[in-house]
């Protein structure tokens, strides 16, 4: 059974579209991100997938029963949101236990639940203190008991690790990759930080422009994005983005000529298009190396060069000022102005045509 389905919702705020037509289908505990940029109208679907909001047209389905109809209560789907909003005056164990007193269930089923959920997310010891007695990290771990009580079909997390500071952010975000494996339902986390979205999701869905642009595993939006936003929008530093024209091929494959001359054999099939057409040459940073000036596809000049430890990040510019971007090793000898050769690995690059679509490497069979 798909545990939630999306059929082409559509939602304006007065004259103002934020959705328009967007479905999707998950699968049966999956861990689903929306990443997308700052009003890609990302919160605003699991509003409506929580109920907190009406789709002005279009359906939302869970575990076989239409639910937009239905009040958000009465949906089987829990919503953390990025500010905790535990009730200040409450202990931890009240706040966990008021929404299943509200829905009436008995008393020794709400202390098996918390001690369960207590254990999951080892907050025990926190039980009877009072929110303000809490670090934020132990905060959003009661936000998300206080969800897994209510042993919901379906997890909405608003942005639930933005509040953190960054050594904070990445404990939680293990744990929740751990937690997850431990409970049995669906997850819907709604970031725009990609490394959230890549490093928990099973699939995600990348929104922009009140759309989905593209659904699929991390991997799959990473090396095969299907448009050009997908493909700057995923991955940093982003893709290097060079305009080219088709030119012959004798083997099946596309080439490609830049700007400066330089002839490019690709790996994406030359039925992409027809001699003369244009496109972009997408390069991620590991597609493009640092060699001796004079050697590479094309010399630039280093204009960052930023080092990471295990790697160093060069950002590079050719004579007529298009920006490249360059992976080199950790002990990088490449300093800032220095004139530096820049190999491209043609056969690793997409391609982007005049509508955006990315075209990519020929699959091995
Ligand atoms: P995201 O979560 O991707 O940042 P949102 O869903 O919050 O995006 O918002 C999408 C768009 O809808 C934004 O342009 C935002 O300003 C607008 N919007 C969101 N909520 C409301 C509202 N209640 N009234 C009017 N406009 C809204």
Do not use: C
Not at 34 to 52: E, M, V
Not at 201 to 222: C, F, L, W
């Amino acid at each position: 059974m798909t545990s939630l389905s999306l059929i082409d919702v559509h939602k304006a705020y007065g004259s103002t579209p934020v959705l328009e037509g967007v479905s999707l289908e998950m699968q049966p505990k999956e861990f689903v991100a929306f990443l997308g940029p700052s009003g890609s109208g990302k919160s605003t679907l699991l509003r409506i997938i929580a109920g907190l909001e009406s789709p002005d047209r279009g359906e939302v389905w869970l575990d076989g029963a239409r639910i937009d109809g239905i009040a958000a209560g009465d949906r089987g789907v829990a919503l953390v949101f990025q500010q905790y909003a535990l009730y200040p005056h409450m202990t931890v164990r009240d706040n966990m236990a008021f929404g299943l007193r509200n829905a009436k269930v008995p008393a020794d089923e709400i202390d098996a639940r918390i001690a369960q959920a207590a254990k999951t997310l080892e907050i025990e010891e926190l039980l009877e203190r009072k929110p303000s007695q809490l670090s934020g990290g132990q905060r959003q771990r009661v936000a998300i008991g206080r969800a897994i009580v209510k042993v919901p079909k379906l997890f909405l997390l608003d942005e639930p690790l933005s509040n953190l500071d960054a050594a904070l952010r990445n404990r939680t975000r293990v744990e929740l990759a751990q937690l997850r494996q431990r409970v049995e339902a669906a997850v819907i986390m709604v970031t725009h930080d990609q490394a959230e979205a890549m490093t928990l999701a099973d699939r995600i869905v990348v929104m922009s422009d009140r759309k989905i642009q593209q659904v699929g595993s991390p991997m799959e939006i990473y090396d095969r994005p299907a448009n050009r936003f997908v493909a700057r929008f995923v991955g940093s530093p982003a893709m290097t983005m060079l305009p080219v024209t088709l030119t012959d091929s004798s083997d099946g494959l596309a080439h490609v000529v830049l700007d400066n001359g330089t002839h490019i054999p690709t790996g994406v099939a030359a039925s992409v298009g027809k001699k003369g057409d244009s496109f972009d040459l997408g390069l991620r940073p590991e597609n493009v190396s640092i060699v001796a000036a004079g050697a590479g596809t094309f010399d630039g000049k280093a204009m960052i060069v930023e080092r990471l430890g295990d790697r160093t990040i060069v950002y590079a510019q050719l004579a007529d000022k298009t920006e490249i971007t360059a992976l080199d090793k950790g002990d990088s000898n490449v300093r800032m102005g220095d004139k530096v050769g820049l190999s491209i690995d043609g056969r690793a690059a997409h391609l982007f045509g005049a509508d955006g679509t990315g075209h990519h490497t020929v699959r091995a069979a």
